[in-house]
């Protein structure tokens, strides 16, 4: 049997360009806090236990990139917090999965450090990834790659 040809995959790869902007340690963790409430500058230093110029930096991108916006919340002294967009907001299931996976095969030995109570059902939530169309659970095994509308197959004519 002929193996299937997966080089489709790394053609304008979407996994890659999201890493390029959040897949740093620092922007992960600042995003993090910020999912859970933290805006202010001091607090993230803070919580994070960061170096202020690299906290400066990633926030500087992640307003540029448009994931947070800097609202003024003071005049005097002038000071800003962050707060996520939209955007932001839709990776909330990435760290939420990260999380999930950290705590399931890297477990803390007194158990998860963070959990995620639901607010409708009142439950500790079990967050998974599911099919809006089914609603079955997606995983490695039961999804297959192939082209997309954005996928150019003039570098690899077979397909």
């Not at 304008?12 to 993090?32: D, F, H, K, N």
């Not at 990139?65 to 002294?77: H, I, K, M």
């Not at 082209?147 to 004519?157: K, M, T, Y």
């Amino acid at each position: 049997m002929a193996a299937t040809d997966l080089s489709h995959r790394f053609h304008g790869e979407s996994v890659g360009r999201a890493l390029e902007l959040v897949g740093e340690r620092w922007t992960l963790l600042i995003l993090r806090e910020a999912f859970f409430g933290v805006q202010r500058f001091g607090q993230l230093a803070r919580n994070l236990n960061i170096p202020r110029p690299t906290l400066s930096s990633r926030l500087r991108m992640l307003v540029d990139a448009g994931l947070l916006e800097r609202v003024r919340y003071s005049q005097d002294p002038e000071r800003y917090e962050y707060r996520l967009t939209d955007v932001g907001h839709e990776l909330f299931g990435a760290v939420v999965v990260l999380m999930r996976w950290g705590d399931e095969h890297l477990p803390n030995p007194n158990g998860p450090p963070i959990l995620l109570r639901h607010q409708p059902c009142g439950e500790v939530a079990d967050p998974r990834l599911i099919c809006a169309h089914c609603g079955d659970e997606i995983t490695a095994r039961n999804v297959t790659p192939e082209p997309g509308p954005g996928f150019s197959g003039e570098s690899h004519p077979s397909l």
